[in-house]
């Protein structure tokens, strides 16, 4: 699968942190057991999961940590948290051809965090699959859903997004991608298996104070419009142009996501209200 760097993610999670759901993360606690927990987390990167259920009020958990790469494994299970996990174990695997490999039995829960708009139709079938035979509730946070906006806006800004959410949509290791789609296909497939699903917006308000951040990712939207056949000339001027008002501290964003619970009918109808 397409990797990200340690840098990268260190830079986007202040933003996570803030936008993640948080009516969307009770209905998931609110349906575990009363009892330390043990999840299992799927592409879990440099531990942003465990991060954000890490803080003030939540359970206990023993963590299982699964992703491909086996620096931001590291990084995540030397890093410290704000609640010191009860246990924390990492699992180096292809999710691409390793979902025979989780854990599923073992735990009470699965979650992941900006992954599922990496994954392809055929991914998704069979990750839902898995979970849904397992019976296990599933958290799903900060899945891109295709939506961007810029303060002050811009002529081009409209090509940039429609031109990242075309490569959103190319090969990112599980085949042709879903995109701004995952989220929602995710919830069709979840209800399918009937199970109960809660959703909520989980957007990054990106203020201009951050400067790194925003700079970082405007070049990736000036890389992707070019691969994509905007002309380089005006996504260059754009780009001139976002790089001033950074640095001026004149620009902002939001950037669309999306959060969502999938709560097996049981947990869901004696725990939850939804």
């Known amino acids: 699968m397409s990797g990200f760097s340690a840098e990268w993610l260190a830079l986007r999670e202040p933003l996570d942190l803030a936008a993640r759901n948080k009516q969307v993360e009770a209905a998931f606690f609110a349906a575990l057991p009363d009892r330390d927990l043990k999840v299992l987390d799927l592409a879990s990167g440099a531990g ?17 940590l699964a992703d491909y790469d086996a ?10 948290y704000n609640k010191t996990p009860a246990n924390l174990v990492t699992l180096e695997v292809d999710l691409a051809e390793g979902l025979d490999l989780l854990p599923l039995s073992e735990v009470d829960a699965v979650t992941t965090s900006a992954f599922l708009d990496l994954a392809s139709e055929g991914f998704l079938q069979r990750l ?8 296990k509730p599933f958290l799903a946070s900060l899945t891109y859903d295709g939506r961007a906006t810029f303060e002050p806006a811009n ?18 290791g599980f085949g042709p991608a879903l995109g701004p789609q995952a989220a929602r296909r995710a919830i069709d497939l979840f209800t399918a298996k009937g199970y109960l699903v809660k959703e909520g917006a989980s957007d990054w308000q990106i ?19 070019c ?3 905007l002309n380089p000339a005006e996504v260059d001027r754009w780009l001139k142009l976002r790089s001033q008002q950074i640095s001026e501290k004149r620009l902002s964003m939001m950037v669309g996501h999306l959060d969502f619970v999938a709560l ?3 947990q869901g109808n004696s725990k939850n209200d939804l």
């Open 207 to 225: 203020e201009p104070g951050a400067a790194n951040f925003l700079k970082e990712f405007l070049s990736g939207w000036a890389r992707v419009g």
């Open 128 to 135: 839902v699959d898995a979970v849904t035979s397992a019976g």
């Open 48 to 64: 942003s999961t465990v991060a954000a259920l890490s803080r003030g009020g939540v359970p206990v958990i023993s963590w299982t």
């Open 155 to 172: 002529p081009l800004d409209e090509s940039l997004r429609e031109a990242l959410n075309k490569d959103q949509q190319t090969d990112k």
């Open 227 to 229: 691969k994509q056949g």
């Open 264 to 266: 097996p009918k049981l």
């Open 71 to 80: 620096e931001l494994l590291t990084i995540a299970a030397t890093r410290r």
